[in-house]
């Protein structure tokens, strides 16, 4: 690895640091520093600052992290898996088939209640699996569908369309739902890190770090198969087995994330190509951690950004990754015929 890769490294991790403090003691009650610190190591002698960094603020900043990163990483495996820029989990219609997931399992209780909410960590479950299961139901179908069209172009409105779709399904079960699940539905589809709960990040962090774990094995069969189907093939690569992972992958990790924070727009499209420019190259060794570690930190400005210190009220958060996201996927667009510079 270059020098200059190293001290990318080096600034993105500790960017990713300060971001993490700067988002747990902003908000509308601001805590200085030294209060937030002594609360996560549990010397604070102020039980209301540390009820406040403990309870709320370190599972936001949690879910941010990993939520970025995760979102991120997805983004980048779809890119590569159709060899199309614009792919992203949202433009897909990804995450709209998770949102139907979520929909059956939450708005559905309305036409049959009791048979799909339960208490706790049951519920918890049932979430997660609904949203992965919509996820992958969409996926799958995407997958069918582009091995029969050439055109990368026909791919993503194929995406496009059961995106559409799955707003029909969703807004089908919206007009029979009762007000309070609508409201409660509606604001989930909002976006926002800032509802997790310690009982939720128990299960959702195992399941993601798991996930995002195994995509740091993947960068060769990431480099074959960027550089098309024919040369991976050469390289002795299964390609059937690498789309099927990558498929379960993307699965997991956008529907968990989906499932508690709502779909986060733009960042997935938009961090991959950021860490190209950034990086300059389109090595996946360098990508994918790059990636990581990017969208955990932009998801967190993002969060800063939705709530400044003394504000009562909190943005979506889908406002904000859309107006950081937006521009540098028109930047791509426009310099469209400049390449990162190959496996370095």
Wanted: aromatic fraction near 8%; proline fraction near 4%; include cysteine.
């Amino acid at each position: 690895m270059r020098l200059r890769h190293t001290l990318l490294f080096a600034l993105l991790c500790a960017g990713l640091l300060i971001a993490f403090l700067l988002d747990i003691m902003w908000g509308s009650v601001s805590l200085p520093a030294r209060e937030v610190l002594e609360s996560l190591l549990g010397q604070s002698s102020d039980t209301t600052n540390s009820y406040i960094v403990l309870s709320f603020r370190l599972p936001k900043a949690l879910t941010a992290v990993i939520a970025g990163a995760g979102v991120s990483i997805a983004g980048l495996l779809m890119q590569t898996l159709f060899r199309n820029p614009l792919a992203d989990t949202s433009i897909l219609g990804i995450n709209s088939g998770a949102g139907v997931g979520v929909a059956i399992y939450t708005m559905a209780a309305t036409l049959a209640p009791g048979l799909f909410l339960t208490a706790g960590v049951a519920s918890t479950w049932g979430i997660i699996g609904a949203a992965c299961l919509g996820a992958m139901g969409v996926l799958l179908a995407i997958s069918v569908v582009s091995s029969r069209l050439q055109d990368l172009v026909s791919v993503l409105l194929v995406g496009v369309m059961f995106g559409f779709l799955a707003s029909s399904i969703i807004s089908i079960l919206q007009y029979f739902s009762d007000q309070e699940t609508l409201k409660t539905y509606l604001l989930w589809s909002f976006g926002s890190v800032s509802g997790t709960t310690w009982r939720q990040l128990s299960v959702m962090l195992p399941i993601l770090l798991t996930a995002l774990l195994c995509t740091l094995f993947l960068p060769k069969s990431l480099n074959a198969l960027a550089l098309g189907e024919h040369y991976a093939h050469s390289v002795g690569a299964n390609i059937r087995l690498i789309r099927r992972l990558l498929i379960a992958l993307t699965s997991i990790i956008a529907g968990c994330i989906t499932a508690f924070t709502g779909p986060i727009a733009f960042l997935g499209m938009a961090v991959p190509h950021f860490v190209r420019l950034i990086f300059r190259t389109a090595d996946h060794q360098i990508l994918v951690p790059a990636t990581l570690l990017t969208g955990s930190f932009l998801l967190l400005l993002c969060d800063l950004l939705t709530q400044l210190p003394g504000a009562q009220m909190v943005l979506p958060i889908n406002a904000i990754t859309s107006l950081l996201g937006a521009p540098v996927v028109l930047l791509v667009l426009l310099g469209g015929k400049r390449k990162p510079s190959t496996f370095r």
